[in-house]
Each structure stands twice: as structure tokens, then as C-alpha cells.
T-cell receptor, first 110, second 117 residues
């Protein structure tokens, strides 16, 4: 399976935008880019996903590079509740499971 | 229900004892997944079901671990003769479909924390 690379941790201040990067240089044409997050003591929670085009939903935006070798999860205004581990996952069309990496721990300061 | 329900939230077992965890998927979801999270970030896929049939068991340890999803019952994950290294959070998840498509996401429960002492 193609792998993703994310920074171990990032910091942000409340109310500021956060850009969480993810590199996936070996992505194949049918791999979907999914983002999940895990808040403390909770199970992973779906955030957003995309294939080629940028995507927006109520939680975040996903910006996908033209060559699809990288993507960025954008939280437009970070809140304390957004402090979590964010996982960038490539979901293979033919596979049903999610393969988690180490993720990025996002710290949000008041 | 509207969420994946896992029980118990916490379970403590002595080495060698049996542990059994339960999961009720979201109503209408045909696929159930089990994951193991050891330490804080490392997730390992164990097994998935399509209704009561095993869909993918490539991550399931060959010994001591077994799982079932029977009709009209919660799914279960059982560990015979637990070992210290089985200490982890076990997450159950469900989804409506197996295939990746624009509408398919996987919903996770809050996990069952197993401590083997």
C-alpha cells in the first residue's frame, strides 16, 4: 500500500487557520485521500476525503496538489476542541480497510 | 443505533485469562471492522465482516484471537489466554459499504481498553 508522511506534531493558536500537510508520493490513480482525527480517549472520526479536486465540508477543507503527491488539510479557525491526532490515509479502491500511519498531533493554544 | 457501541469500556484480565469484547454497529451498516491500537498512535487492522461473514482477516493473529458477527447479536472479539502484549485499545468500526466511493466512510466506536496484568 502507498504510504503517507506527516509531521509528528504541529502547534496553532485558537481562532487561527491550520494547514496540516501530508506527502504521498507513491499514490496511485485510484487511491482516495482520507483524513481522520482522533480526539483524546475517543475513536477515530472521519474528517474529509477527496480524489483529485479540492473538497470542502463543515469541518475542514482538503487541498490536493495537481500531481496528487501531496495534500493539505485546512482547519479555517482552530478551536481547542480541534486538538487531536490527525491521520492522512490513502484508501485503496479495492480494499475496504484503513491503514493508519502515525499521524500529526495538533496542539491548540488559547 | 446511531453510533457504534462498544462494551465494556475497560477490561482488566490476568495473563492467561480470556477476554471478550462486544460491538454493536450502526443500524443498517453491513460491514464491521476491528482494529487494535497499541501505545498511542499505532493502529493495526485485525478483521472485518460483511454481515455475519468474514470479509478480510489478513490482520488477525493466527492464535488466540477469534471474532464473530452473528445475526441479531452484537459482534464479538475474543482473546483466549491473554498475554501482556495484548494490552491495547480495541476499536470496532462499521460502514454501509465496503467499497471506497464518495459516500462511504467508516464510523468508529469509542473503544474497549484491555489491560492484561
Amino acid at each position: 500500500d502507498a504510504k503517507t508522511t506527516q509531521p509528528n506534531s504541529m502547534e496553532s493558536n485558537e481562532e487561527e487557520p491550520v494547514h496540516l500537510p501530508c506527502n504521498h508520493s507513491t499514490i496511485s490513480g485510484t487511491d482516495y485521500i482520507h483524513w481522520y482525527r482522533q480526539l483524546p480517549s475517543q475513536g477515530p472520526e472521519y474528517v474529509i476525503h477527496g480524489l483529485t479536486s479540492n473538497v470542502n465540508n463543515r469541518m475542514a477543507s482538503l487541498a490536493i496538489a495537481e500531481d496528487r503527491k501531496s495534500s493539505t488539510l485546512i482547519l479555517h479557525r482552530a478551536t481547542l476542541r480541534d486538538a487531536a491526532v490527525y491521520y492522512c490515509i490513502l484508501r485503496v479502491l479495492s480494499h475496504s480497510t484503513l491503514t493508519f500511519g502515525k499521524g500529526t498531533m495538533l496542539l491548540v493554544s488559547p | 443505533g446511531e453510533e457504534v457501541a462498544q462494551t465494556p469500556k475497560h477490561l482488566v484480565r490476568g495473563e492467561g485469562q480470556k477476554a471478550k469484547l462486544y460491538c454493536a454497529p450502526i443500524k443498517g451498516h453491513s460491514y464491521v471492522f476491528w482494529y487494535q491500537q497499541v501505545l498511542k498512535n499505532e493502529f493495526k487492522f485485525l478483521i472485518s465482516f460483511q454481515n455475519e461473514n468474514v470479509f478480510d482477516e489478513t490482520g488477525m493473529p493466527k492464535e488466540r484471537f477469534s471474532a464473530k458477527c452473528l445475526p441479531n447479536s452484537p459482534c464479538s472479539l475474543e482473546i483466549q489466554a491473554t498475554k501482556l502484549e495484548d494490552s491495547a485499545v480495541y476499536f470496532c468500526a462499521s460502514s454501509q459499504f465496503a467499497q471506497v466511493n464518495s459516500g462511504n466512510t467508516i464510523y468508529f466506536g469509542e473503544g474497549s481498553w484491555l489491560t492484561v496484568v
